[in-house]
């Protein structure tokens, strides 16, 4: 039924792609939810959709046409924001009935046209929003974004071109938002960036102050900081410059997490060299035993493209080599898709589509084995863990080796609240995911106890 004249009009809103332009969709409806604007729980209850779209690979390009699609035969009313954004010609050439279509990170824009095509309401007492703005995460856990765009030149890849080169937030910015998290409840800060190891490179690493103090703007200073915050903090998009080994000292069991989410991409060098990845020279595998050998605790994640044009059998299996030898603790992988505009494309020998999609297979296959004796050697361990739901069989959470939403689960029965810390004393292991039994709260410091 149609919404009384008298309350407030309603914005639906999809967000596609990764925790960076989730970040986006949460500045944009904050920004709107401030000006009097409300959500809607469905197409059919809004008077207008925004579709925050990515477009980094085909297959993101056709998911995000297709849910502009689906917005448009439901609604009607469409405005087309994100990553593929920045190819408006492809949108309006599939969608011509869109309303609008702006680029990636880009609030402004994409407000202006929501004022244009729905005006934004006068009552003053809808203006109220939570100090932290509004969060598309549960209550316990949100993502902070610490720079924007990226200065490096990956052949297969198009960001630079969709959100330009590295933009450091000011250090005293960032901070100040992961405050208004903390005093908001929030237990666990995701920090999202394309280029996080860059942090303050563009600024020259000059001096930035933080509660009347003097930062430096670097990778070493933000994780310093952070770590005063005593909440978990998950450090992702972390780039294997040298300097991470300057952060590593850093880390805590209780506050910057002994994990990294490293986007290696290879461990071939030649095939890093083709792909012109910034730190190719310096082979994955020297970077993971000098981290490991500072941190046993450290657990690693990162992702891996099979099938980068040119790759031979041989390279293959040194990538196969690396992800065992680095003892990768959790690991995800595409197949090399030509995305439009990426001088990867023009590379000589392209794999075939079918020597690509069996050698993901193998990739995955091969990480389940290792992911599973890993996981084993955590049966009879101690870990604390953060609650993010509770089912009808039991709870589910994570420990400081897990991410939320792109790693494993850790399973516990037992009875707790989302958000709540709990003891967990791990009982049994599967590829991915353990499961355990609640413990009592036998330690408020180290999250392991062997």
């Not at 944009?28 to 779209?53: C, F, H, K, M, W």
């Not at 930035?208 to 003097?214: C, D, E, I, L, S």
């Not at 997490?257 to 095939?271: E, G």
């Amino acid at each position: 039924m149609p919404h009384p004249p008298s309350a407030p009009p309603r914005i639906g809103f999809v967000s596609l792609g990764c925790p960076k332009a989730l970040v986006d969709s949460e500045q944009i409806l904050t920004r709107l939810r401030s000006e009097g604007y409300d959500t809607a729980p469905s197409y059919q209850d809004a008077d207008l959709v925004i579709i925050n779209t990515c477009g980094f690979i085909d297959a993101a390009v056709e998911e995000s046409l297709e849910a502009i699609g689906e917005a448009l035969a439901d609604n009607g009313r469409v405005i087309v924001t994100g990553c593929l954004g920045a190819k408006a010609d492809l949108v309006r050439e599939r969608h011509p009935e869109v309303l609008a279509v702006t680029g990636p990170h880009d609030e402004a824009a994409v407000v202006d046209a929501v004022h244009a095509h729905l005006p934004k309401p006068h009552d003053p007492f809808l203006d109220l929003v939570p100090p932290q703005g509004i969060k598309l995460t549960p209550r316990h856990y949100a993502y902070l974004k610490i720079s924007e765009g990226c200065n490096h030149s990956c052949r297969f890849c198009i960001i630079p071109s969709l959100r330009g080169g590295l933009v450091s937030r000011p250090l005293g910015d960032v901070m100040a938002e992961a405050e208004r998290l903390v005093r908001a409840g929030v237990k666990e800060i995701l920090i999202v960036s394309q280029d996080t190891s860059a942090f303050g490179a563009d600024q020259r690493y000059r001096m930035a102050f933080v509660g009347g103090r003097p930062v430096k703007m670097s990778f070493p200073g933000l994780v310093s900081e952070l770590g005063k915050l005593g909440v978990w903090v998950r450090l992702h998009y972390v780039y294997p410059y040298k300097g991470v080994e300057d952060v590593l000292p850093l880390l805590d069991i209780e506050g910057v997490l002994p994990y990294l989410d490293v986007p290696f991409q290879h461990a071939d060098p030649r095939i890093l060299a083709a792909m012109r990845r910034p730190a190719g020279r310096a082979h994955p595998s020297a970077c993971v035993k000098a981290w490991r050998r500072a941190r046993p605790d450290l657990v690693l994640r990162s992702t891996f493209i099979v099938g980068f044009p040119g790759e031979t059998d041989a390279e293959f299996e040194t990538l196969l080599r690396f992800v065992e030898d680095a003892g990768i603790d959790r690991l995800g992988a595409f197949a090399y898709s030509p995305v439009e505009g990426a001088a990867a494309n023009a590379l000589p020998n392209p794999v075939p589509e079918d020597v690509k999609q069996e050698r993901l297979e193998r990739l995955m296959a091969h990480q389940a084995i290792l992911s599973a004796q890993r996981l084993r050697e955590r049966i009879g361990r101690t870990y604390r863990v953060l609650i993010d739901a509770r089912t009808d069989d039991g709870l589910v959470g994570r420990s400081y080796a897990e991410a939320p939403e792109i790693d494993g689960v850790v399973r516990v029965a037992g009875d707790a609240r989302p958000g709540d810390f709990v003891d967990c004393e791990i009982v049994s292991a599967d590829a991915h995911d353990l499961s355990g039994r609640l413990v009592p709260a036998l330690i408020r410091g180290p999250q392991v106890i062997a």
